[in-house]
């Protein structure tokens, strides 16, 4: 069925190097997409999102690229820092329904 | 401004039991969501509630059912509580003007730990 999936389940990173999360997804029709960021005993938080007429789109210390030919995003963090420790999920909106998902563990080494 | 809120914040049942979760939604919003997050998990949608109907709904029993109130705010009941239904609950709020613009953004709360026994 369609799906939204990353490539891996935990990413480790070195504290001040760049990180980039990808996620994959199903639906040829599907238009936007949204990254959060998951803290311990939190819920989402927006980090960026993205829709199918763009290829990158930037914030502050990430970035978002959307491959429509081989249906792929990848969320770049620039610099990364401990805090930036969590897990993040790509998620697929649908009219106001999201389609997450299952996740990367970013961990931050110092 | 207080963003979405969700109460309890823990709870233990018993498999059979009944339990109501609940939600403020973010000042201004007039839409809520549910999900469940199974550990180590994505949320994945429950249903939407939108002029205290419920407007979309996922692949989950009538044994989930919800309600939403004149002020917004919104319960989520699940009736005759399986080991299975042990998860975070997390409630999001948004616009149903900008979800139909495909615009903004959806606000999450803290979320409801359930553990049933």
């Known amino acids: 069925g369609e799906s939204v999936g990353l490539h891996l389940p935990t990413l480790s990173v070195q504290e001040g190097d760049n990180s980039i999360i990808n996620c994959a997804y199903s639906n040829s029709a599907s238009d936007y997409f949204i990254w959060y960021k998951q803290e311990s005993g939190k819920g989402p938080q927006f980090i960026i999102d993205i829709r199918s007429n763009m290829d990158k789109r930037q914030g502050q210390r990430v970035t978002v690229l959307l491959n429509k030919t081989v249906k792929h995003l990848s969320l770049q963090i620039a610099a990364t820092q401990p805090g930036d420790s969590a897990v993040y999920f790509c998620?697929?909106?649908?009219?106001?329904?999201?389609?997450f998902g299952q996740g990367t563990e970013l961990s931050v080494k110092p | 401004d207080a963003g979405v809120t969700q109460s309890p914040t823990h709870l233990i049942k018993t498999r059979g039991q009944q339990v109501t979760l609940r939600c403020s939604p973010k000042?201004?919003?007039?839409?809520v969501s549910w999900y469940q997050q199974a550990l180590g998990q994505g949320p994945q949608f429950i249903f939407q509630y939108y002029e205290e109907e419920e407007r979309q709904r996922g692949n989950f029993p009538d044994r989930f059912s919800g309600h939403q109130f004149p002020n917004y705010s919104s319960e989520l009941n699940v009736n005759a509580l399986l080991l299975g239904d042990s998860a975070l609950y997390l409630c999001?709020?948004?616009?149903?003007?900008?979800?139909?613009?495909?615009?903004?953004?959806?606000?999450f709360g803290e979320g409801s730990r359930l553990t049933v026994l």
């Open positions: 000042s201004g919003h007039d839409t």
């Open positions: 998620a697929e909106n649908r009219g106001g329904k999201l389609i």
């Open positions: 999001a709020s948004s616009l149903i003007g900008d979800q139909h613009r495909g615009t903004g953004e959806l606000f």
